[in-house]
């Protein structure tokens, strides 16, 4: 169905020449120059795609059929269940899913069971810059949703993954990067995870039902907006972790995101870092500099609602970390808090690696020029060092 501005536009062209119908419009082009959610998916059900593939088709052979010579190829794909792993490895790609306004639950789904409760590993791997994917779900990998790695310019859009195992959607290594209405559910590791990357945005996605909601990993500028973060074990985080090809991590902003009930059991992989999180952070800084959280609503966490930590903490032997430790220049400002702290994570709340009581704000002392700004002012429940923290000017 076209939205209402399409249909006026389309008609109204065609009235100006005299014609009666609407021609197939470039699928590329239409996306590019759409306005909103409900345009870009006009423009995937009715534009012309280089390949169309049915339900009973593979997209793998879509891909494969993309000539050498080409710049630019894009790959619509008809509602249905497809059981394959799809590799890209070329730039230029457009990979979409025709979705409906009428009924938005009939998808296409790329599905990773196998008999005898085997799953494949993952679900989509790309190594091509200049990439678009949109209105796919994945379900049921042992590895990861979707990956991109080594890209410039990646859009993740509109995306669903549950139960994809370490990672939904999974940007690394990349820049120029857009996730944006993205659903992620039952992931091991993290729902959404940007890592070693610069120039990412993470906006209006909901996750949930993860060990790490969102996570941002030794990247360099970041914006992470309008999101609803809950019943993860821990909601939006801003990391540095030491051996990563990226040794920094800095310049990320956290704002008018809802992070709530972040209270989930750890499930994580015993030998991931994430195993280690204590259950109920709201949003978690951890040795990244830089960061400006503000005007969150950060609620119901039963450790913390915002956490600001250096790595001592978790890595204890000094000598084995090639990355900076603190947190510095954190900016916590105009954030709504309520209910956090209330039952901290039993297994912190006695020692090491991180001492938990139960709190709003968590500050370990580490770092420099760290500041915060609260309405709540005096009434914010603060645990550790975070009463001292000096008011932001």
């Not at 423009?43 to 993309?66: L, R």
């Not at 450790?303 to 947190?327: H, M, R």
Request: net charge negative; aromatic share 6%; hydrophobic share 35%.
């Amino acid at each position: 169905m076209m939205s209402k501005r399409a249909t006026v536009l389309c008609l109204s062209g065609l009235s100006l020449l005299g014609l009666a119908g609407c021609a197939e419009k470039n699928l590329y082009d239409c996306y590019q120059g759409a306005l909103d959610a409900d345009e870009r998916r006009d423009c995937i059900a009715t534009g012309k795609a280089d390949v169309t593939v049915e339900a009973g088709g593979s997209i793998s052979q879509a891909m494969f059929d993309m000539p050498a010579e080409a710049t630019r190829w894009v790959v619509k794909v008809r509602p249905g269940i497809y059981r394959e792993t799809v590799a890209i490895d070329r730039s230029g790609v457009m990979l979409v899913g025709a979705t409906s306004a009428d009924n938005p639950e009939e998808r296409v789904i790329i599905e990773g069971a196998l008999d005898g409760g085997k799953k494949r590993k993952d679900a989509v791997i790309v190594s091509g810059s200049r990439f678009v994917m949109d209105g796919i779900t994945m379900r049921n990998f042992s590895g990861n949703g979707v990956t991109v790695s080594k890209s410039i310019g990646v859009t993740l859009r509109n995306l669903v993954a549950d139960k994809t195992g370490h990672y939904g959607v999974y940007p690394v290594e990349s820049e120029d990067i857009l996730v944006e209405g993205c659903t992620t559910s039952g992931i091991d590791d993290a729902g959404i995870y940007v890592g070693q990357s610069r120039r990412a945005t993470v906006r209006g996605n909901h996750v949930f039902g993860n060990v790490a909601g969102i996570e941002i990993e030794n990247t360099v500028t970041a914006l992470v907006e309008n999101n609803d973060v809950h019943d993860n074990t821990a909601g939006i985080m801003a990391f540095v972790l030491p051996n990563n090809p990226s040794k920094e991590g800095r310049d990320c902003t956290i704002r008018n995101n809802k992070t709530y009930r972040n209270n989930g059991k750890n499930f994580a992989d015993p030998n991931a870092f994430v195993a280690k999180l204590p259950y109920g952070i709201g949003i978690g800084i951890m040795a990244a500099d830089n960061t400006v959280v503000e005007k969150n609503e950060i609620y119901d966490n039963s450790s913390t609602g915002v956490a600001l930590i250096g790595l001592q903490l978790f890595f204890t032997d000094p000598t084995k970390l090639d990355v900076e430790p603190n947190s510095d220049r954190a900016r916590i400002t105009g954030n709504t808090y309520r209910g956090n702290g209330k039952a901290p994570d039993p297994a912190y709340v006695n020692g090491a690696p991180v001492k938990l009581l139960g709190a709003d704000v968590m500050w370990d002392s580490t770092g420099q020029g760290n500041c915060i700004d609260e309405p709540q002012g005096g009434e914010l429940k603060t645990d550790g060092a975070a009463a001292a923290l000096p008011r932001c000017k």
